[in-house]
């Protein structure tokens, strides 16, 4: 008797979050969660993980055939692509046909892990947050490094400054594999040089009217990281 007082105990402290685990950091939440999903193998399979359960979620590219099934398993009603719009490329075109055929929204977005971004490039990337129907997914080749990024951003544009460390969390090495190389590293700086510079104005505000890679450059250059990033996207 002991023994399942224990045990419904610790089951008491695996509620949902919805029920209130606040008292938790970010990693027991996001472990309690992962081990409700249930994992099935597609998910193990393509890097799949919940950004904000049953409302964003993230992933690899969906390789070897199997992506009609991974994105009707789990509910997904419209993807972002973070690789672009490519239609002379095979993965590109079955997934926009996939997508097309099952009834889910594609939007297309580029990022560039060593690049930084240009304005223009993170309108699009938040046009697409706000347009696709939930729950939506972001992907883009591996869903480690792009993905991250974007999925930090996703946290702070719909849920505020104050989420920053939940964001920062989507850079984890596990279980997202986010493993940076050298020329990686401004990804997980950006919100930093954003947070200082919006001085409490939205995130999605601030990119839209007043961010510029060049000044993100000449900060990361400041901080003694200039190998952080290999230039601006769209620039020589």
Not at 41 to 48: H, V
Not at 215 to 228: F, N, T, V, Y
């Amino acid at each position: 008797m002991h023994r399942d007082k224990r045990i419904a105990g610790r089951m008491r402290l695996q509620r949902p979050a919805s029920e209130g685990i606040f008292h938790q950091s970010v990693g027991d939440v996001q472990l309690v969660l992962e081990a409700r999903q249930m994992r099935t193998p597609l998910n193990i399979l393509y890097n799949f993980h919940w950004v904000v359960p049953g409302d964003v979620a993230r992933s690899a590219q969906a390789y070897l055939g199997f992506l009609k099934p991974f994105l009707a398993s789990n509910g997904i009603k419209a993807m972002i692509n973070l690789r672009g719009r490519h239609p002379s490329w095979g993965w590109w075109l079955h997934e926009e046909r996939v997508c097309r055929l099952s009834g889910i929204a594609h939007f297309d977005a580029t990022l560039d892990s060593r690049h930084l971004p240009s304005r223009a490039l993170l309108m699009t990337l938040f046009d697409a947050f706000d347009a696709a129907p939930r729950p939506f997914l972001i992907k883009c080749s591996g869903g480690q490094d792009r993905t991250s990024f974007a999925a930090a951003l996703y946290i702070v544009h719909r849920d505020g400054w104050s989420e920053q460390g939940k964001a920062r969390a989507q850079f984890a090495r596990f279980p997202y594999l986010h493993f940076p190389k050298p020329e990686q590293h401004w990804l997980q700086q950006f919100l930093d040089h954003a947070h200082a510079e919006a001085s409490g104005a939205p995130l999605s505000a601030w990119v839209r009217g007043d961010y510029d890679p060049a000044r993100l450059a000449a900060w990361l250059e400041a901080k003694g990281m200039g190998g952080s990033f290999k230039g601006i996207f769209g620039r020589r």
